[in-house]
């Protein structure tokens, strides 16, 4: 990829190779992340990442409970939701990673068309 990537530089003149070296960085897993939230899809994103932290949270307080606990009925109490509240937390962290990956897919799309063009200009 890294080969291809140079010889289009290569190929490129001035403006167009700024342009290009613009759109070949691939951004950070955060900058990814958080990008999440914005366009038409980013309330529902929001309100998964805030569901998430609440589900995260509550499992945290519930399995500390657990590990407090003195009776194995107490512990059963406080353990099984706990476990509950983390897998669901997991669940839906799990749930925004194709979005994470179609944004992906979608940034290398438009830097192909971006390629064309140049190379139509050409």
Known sequence: MQDIDRMIEEALQGEEQALFRETAREPGFFTQAFGLLGGPNGWVNG???AAQAALFV???WA???FFE???ALSALHW??????LVLASLIIK???MPELQANRLMRELKR???QAAV???A
């Open 47 to 49: 309100v998964m990442a």
């Open 58 to 60: 509550a499992g945290l």
């Open 63 to 65: 399995g500390w409970r």
């Open 69 to 71: 606990a003195e009776t």
């Open 79 to 84: 353990g099984l939701p706990a476990a509950v």
């Open 94 to 96: 799990t749930a925004m």
């Open 112 to 114: 192909q068309q971006l």
């Open 119 to 121: 190379n139509r200009k």
